[in-house]
Nanobody, 122 residues
Framework: QVQLEESGGDSVQAGGSLTLSCAAS??????MAWFRQAPGKEREGVAC???????QYGDSMKGRFTISRDSAKNTLYLQMNSLKPEDTAMYYC??????????????????WGQGTQVTVSS
């Protein structure tokens, strides 16, 4: 059983930066992703990274967000720059321990963290 714990969420002003972390325990993770969900909206793919550390990003995140991981610490990161009010959401970490590829589709992942709140004010 994989346990995921996110941290790093905060309230920032537009244009600011945040780094989210997701610590995984219980298994070495091959495919991981960040999703977000704002009130009244569907869960949206933010970024994912596959077993070869190849990243993918949602269209509105490209150039602003960077996904990375420290395999030794089994920790996933999301560096977010140039934050906008529309980035406000609960951010979730998801993992597929056996996955080779990553997908920004929530149904692909069976392991989820509890989420960390990011609020961006204008």
């Amino acid at each position: 059983q994989v346990q995921l714990e996110e941290s790093g969420g905060d309230s920032v002003q537009a244009g600011g930066s945040l780094t989210l972390s997701c610590a995984a325990s219980g298994s070495t993770i091959r495919s991981m992703a960040w999703f977000r969900q704002a009130p009244g909206k569907e869960r949206e793919g933010v970024a994912c990274i596959d077993s070869l550390d190849r990243p993918q990003y949602g269209d509105s995140m490209k150039g602003r967000f960077t996904i990375s991981r420290d395999s030794a610490k089994n920790t996933l990161y999301l560096q977010m720059n140039s934050l906008k009010p529309e980035d406000t959401a609960m951010y979730y970490c998801a993992a597929d321990p056996e996955g080779i590829f990553c997908y920004m589709v929530p149904s692909y992942y069976s392991n989820w963290g509890q989420g960390t709140q990011v609020t961006v004010s204008s």
